[in-house]
């Protein structure tokens, strides 16, 4: 099948984009689907001062390294839109808005987060003319216009000071009392020293108004009570993220209330095979280096599994016999010596098993299947499917009637 592949990943932002470079590297067979243009929203970011290595870089251009760098492993790009996903059976299944199918054995989610709207009055009505949300993809509309700013953390400063380099006058609607900023103090210092910049404290944007295009913005003051209108040509809302999962709704994937997915220290989601990366997962630090952190973690993982089951499935599905699947650990002497007594056991009642060893340290996803938790311990499987556990025992002819 030209759509069945080792790994999919879901996103081409820097989390995805690196999965996809570690993926290649590894001789997976692995696709990216995005939506949009590769690289996601840091193509937006105009500048980039802390990625180790690049000194100072727009993002769009650092997004193209990324993507350079995957493409010379072989990685396959599909433009198109991820509308829901089935991760219930061994090869997921993502289903796209074009009306396609895809299937691999691992799925990595990197569809990262995406602005969220206050969805007051005027504000859906008018995105696309005055209403926007991006400032380098934006800014250069608004030639000597007055433009507003919603929201005071770093990304609303920091792209309010970028909008006045082409605005006559940026007006930033803050929630706090005066001098109260939720950015770093550097970039606070260098907005009150803007002479285009000025704030209006303790309030927030009831309505923005307007015909076909913004005219001005009702700003309610919460201390007073009291509203007014300021007349405006433009509205930046910059009022954080909110994650883009919403088509992993019936998936069977854990999500908090926000819809951000929980993960472990290797990018694991609640799913076997399927992992999550960057700004649509819970975490600390949003930014390109953590979220290029996050996807090589989640390839080396997916990696690691899709061969426990390749092993898997020729080893055990395939095996024309019954197999002994042994857990133990290969540092543990009492594991060492049933592994020994178990294999004697086999070989005095005629071979009639294939005997598979799995060192517990190395093979957790399939000690997980399993619901193994301690070693040494062996199951007897039929086609993968268990029979029965073997009772722990050092005599070989109790080993021998449990196998009988």
């Known amino acids: 099948m030209t759509n069945l592949y080792d790994l999919i990943i879901i996103g081409g932002g820097p989390a995805g984009l690196t999965a996809a470079i570690y993926g290649g590297r590894a001789k997976l067979k692995t696709l990216v689907i995005n939506k949009g243009t590769v690289g996601g929203l840091v193509n937006a970011t105009r500048e980039i001062v802390n990625y180790p290595g690049y000194g100072q870089i727009s993002g769009a251009d650092l997004m193209k390294d990324f993507k350079k760098h995957a493409d ?101 609607i803050v929630l706090h009392d005066e001098g109260v900023l939720d950015c770093n103090k550097v970039s606070a210092e260098r907005a009150f020293q803007n002479e285009k910049m000025e704030f209006i404290w303790n309030s927030t944007i009831e309505e923005v108004l307007g015909e076909e295009n913004v005219e001005e913005v009702k700003i309610k003051n919460l201390k007073t009570g009291g509203s007014t209108e300021l007349a405006c040509q433009g509205v930046f809302f910059f009022v954080g993220m909110v994650p883009s999962t919403h088509f992993l709704k019936d998936s069977g994937i854990e999500m908090d209330k926000r819809g951000y997915i929980p993960v472990n220290e290797m990018m694991e989601t609640n799913l076997e095979g399927v992992y999550a990366v960057g700004d649509n997962r819970i975490k600390y630090l949003r930014q390109v280096v953590s979220a290029a952190g996050d996807g090589a973690v989640a390839a080396v993982a997916a990696e690691r599994y899709i061969e426990e089951l390749n092993a898997f499935n020729t080893n055990i599905v395939q095996s024309e016999k019954k197999v002994l699947l042994l857990f133990f650990n290969a540092l543990n002497n009492e594991s060492l010596e049933f592994s020994t007594l178990l294999e004697k056991a086999n070989q005095e009642i005629g071979e009639r098993y294939k005997v598979v060893k799995v060192d517990m340290a190395t093979r957790k996803n399939l000690a997980k299947k399993y619901e193994i938790n301690s070693v040494p311990a062996v199951l007897v499987l039929n086609k993968g499917e268990k029979v029965k556990r073997l009772s722990y025992s050092l005599d070989k002819e109790n080993l021998k009637s449990q196998l009988s």
């Open 72 to 172: 010379s492993f072989g990685v396959e790009f599909l433009r198109n839109e991820v509308v829901s996903a089935d991760f219930s059976r061994e090869d997921k299944i993502i289903r796209t808005k074009k009306g396609k199918e895809y299937k691999a054995k691992a799925v990595i989610i990197a569809c990262g987060s995406e602005p969220r709207l206050l969805n007051i009055p005027g504000e859906k009505r008018l995105q696309g003319s005055g209403v926007a949300y991006c400032a380098t993809c934006d800014a250069e509309f608004f030639e000597g216009e007055e433009v507003v700013v919603v929201g005071s953390g770093d990304q609303a400063i920091e792209e309010g000071m970028y909008i006045t380099k082409f605005a006559r006058k940026v007006t930033v």
